[in-house]
C-alpha cells in the first residue's frame, strides 16, 4: 500500500500545476482586461451613449458565447480528453486578446469576443482534469487550490491591468496574450492528458443543452422562491459588473487604474468574507438572518453607489458592504440542503447556469440604462439610475427571501 501512495503525488503535483496555472492565467488574463476594455471600445465610438450600448452588446455577445459553449466543451473534454480542450481554451483567449488588442474597428473586436467567449471553458475542464488525477481522499483539496487560483486571478488581473491600461490601453491584451501564449507552450510540451481512453462517454447532443438545467430548475416547487432570491441577487451584481468601469468613468472621471484598485478591493474584501468571516458570520447570525442581513447589506450599497458624489466614497461602500459577500455562499447553502444527496452536482450546474444567462441579459439592461443618462452632467444623481435598479431587484430578493422563510418556519409550527 506505501509505494501506490508514494508514487501517485509526483505526476498528479505536476498535472495539478498546469491546471492551477491554466485557472490562475485565464482569470487573470480576463481580469486585465476588465477595468481597459470599456475604455478601448470608446476610440471606435462617438458619444458615451453609443460607448454603454456597444458595451452592453459586446458582453452580452461574450456571455452567451460562454453560455453556449460551456456545457459543450465539457462534454467533448469527455469524449477527446481534457488536455485538448485546455490546449483550444488557451489557444482561443490568446487570439481573443491579441485580435482587441490590434482591433482596427469595432466589428473587430467583436470578432474577439466571440472567439473568447467560446473558448473560455479553462474552469470547468481545469475541474474536470483535477478531478482525473486527483485520489478521493484529495480531491477536495485540489478543488481548493483551483478555487483560489481562480480568485487570486481575478482579484490580481483588474490592479495590474488598470495600472498597464494606465500606460497604454492596448498593452494589458498584450500581456494577456503573452499568458496564454506561454500556458499553452507549456501544456503542448509537457502535460500529459488525464483522461484514460476506457473512461472516456460518448459525446450526446442531450448532455449540452445549456437550458435543460434551468428548466430542471423552474421544477422545483419546493424552493421557488430561493430560486427567484438568488436570480435577483445574481442579475443585481451581474449588472454593477457590467456597467461599474464606464459609471465611474462618466460620474468620476476615474482611471483605469482608478478602477483596477476599486476592483481589487471588491476582490479582497470577497476573500477575506467567503476565506475567514464567513464561519463567525453564520454561528453569529444562522444562515437564513445571514441571508436577509447579506441580501439588506447589498441593497443599501447599491443605492449609495448610485448615489455617491465623490470617488472616495466608493472605497468606502466596498469595505462597509461585507455581509453581502456572504449572502450568496449563504443562500446557496440552503438551497443545497434542501437538495439530496445525488442531485447536488445537478444543482450547482443549475444555479451556474442562472448566472451565464444573467451574463447575457444584465449587460444590456445595465448598458441600456446607463446609456440613457449618459449625457447628464456628472453630478446629477440620475446617473446612478443603473444601482438604484440594482437595489430594486435586492429588495425583492429580500420580499421573496423572507416570505419563503416565513411560510417555510409557519409550515414547520403546524407540523409540530
Not at 155 to 176: C, E, K, N, Q, T
Not at 334 to 349: R, V, Y
Not at 356 to 362: E, P, T, V
Amino acid at each position: 500500500m506505501p509505494a501506490p501512495v508514494e508514487n501517485h503525488p509526483a505526476p498528479s503535483k505536476g498535472n495539478l500545476n498546469f491546471v492551477l496555472v491554466c485557472v490562475f492565467i485565464d482569470m487573470l488574463g480576463i481580469g486585465l482586461i476588465v477595468p481597459v476594455l470599456p475604455i478601448l471600445l470608446g476610440e471606435f465610438v462617438h458619444s458615451k451613449e453609443a460607448q454603454a450600448h456597444w458595451y452592453g452588446i459586446m458582453g452580452a455577445v461574450f456571455g452567451l458565447m460562454q453560455f453556449i459553449f460551456m456545457p459543450m466543451l465539457g462534454a467533448i473534454s469527455d469524449r477527446v480528453g481534457r488536455r485538448p480542450v485546455l490546449l483550444y481554451s488557451m489557444a482561443g483567449m490568446c487570439i481573443n486578446f491579441l485580435s482587441t488588442a490590434l482591433a482596427p474597428s469595432l466589428a473587430f473586436m467583436f470578432i474577439g469576443r466571440v472567439i473568447g467567449g467560446a473558448s473560455s471553458a479553462s474552469m470547468s475542464v481545469a475541474s474536470a482534469y483535477a478531478s482525473d488525477i486527483s485520489t478521493h481522499e484529495n480531491r477536495a483539496k485540489s478543488f481548493g487550490k483551483i478555487g483560489a487560483a481562480f480568485g487570486l486571478g481575478f482579484i490580481a488581473g483588474p490592479m495590474v491591468g488598470g495600472l498597464l491600461g494606465d500606460v497604454s490601453l492596448h498593452l494589458p491584451f498584450y500581456v494577456a496574450a503573452g499568458l496564454s501564449a506561454g500556458n499553452f507552450i507549456y501544456g503542448y510540451f509537457c502535460v500529459p492528458e488525464s483522461l484514460p481512453e476506457s473512461q472516456r462517454a460518448p459525446f450526446k447532443l442531450t448532455r449540452v443543452n445549456p437550458l435543460a438545467g434551468l428548466f430542471k430548475l423552474a421544477a422545483r416547487e419546493d424552493i421557488r422562491g430561493l430560486i427567484i432570491a438568488f436570480s435577483l441577487m445574481t442579475g443585481a451584481q451581474m449588472m454593477l459588473q457590467s456597467t461599474w468601469v464606464l459609471y465611474t468613468s462618466f460620474r468620476f472621471n476615474w482611471t483605469t487604474g482608478q478602477n483596477g484598485l476599486a476592483m481589487f478591493c471588491v476582490g479582497m474584501a470577497a476573500a477575506v468574507v467567503q476565506a475567514g468571516l464567513l464561519g463567525v458570520f453564520m454561528r453569529v447570525f444562522g444562515e437564513v438572518r445571514l441571508t436577509l442581513f447579506g441580501l439588506a447589506s447589498g441593497c443599501i450599497t447599491y443605492m449609495l453607489y448610485g448615489l455617491a458624489t465623490q470617488g472616495w466614497m466608493m472605497y468606502l461602500f466596498i469595505c462597509c458592504n461585507l455581509l453581502s459577500f456572504a449572502a450568496g455562499p449563504a443562500l446557496q447553502g440552503i438551497i443545497s440542503k434542501a437538495t439530496p444527496a445525488n442531485q447536488q452536482g445537478e444543482l450547482m450546474g443549475s444555479l451556474q447556469s442562472i448566472s451565464s444567462l444573467g451574463a447575457i441579459l444584465m449587460p444590456l439592461l445595465g448598458s441600456a440604462i446607463l446609456g440613457q443618462v449618459s449625457h447628464l452632467p456628472a453630478n446629477d444623481w440620475r446617473i446612478g439610475t443603473s444601482y438604484f435598479v440594482c437595489a430594486a431587484m435586492q429588495a425583492t430578493a429580500i420580499l421573496v427571501a423572507y416570505l419563503y422563510f416565513s411560510a417555510r418556519r409557519r409550515a414547520r409550527g403546524q407540523t409540530a
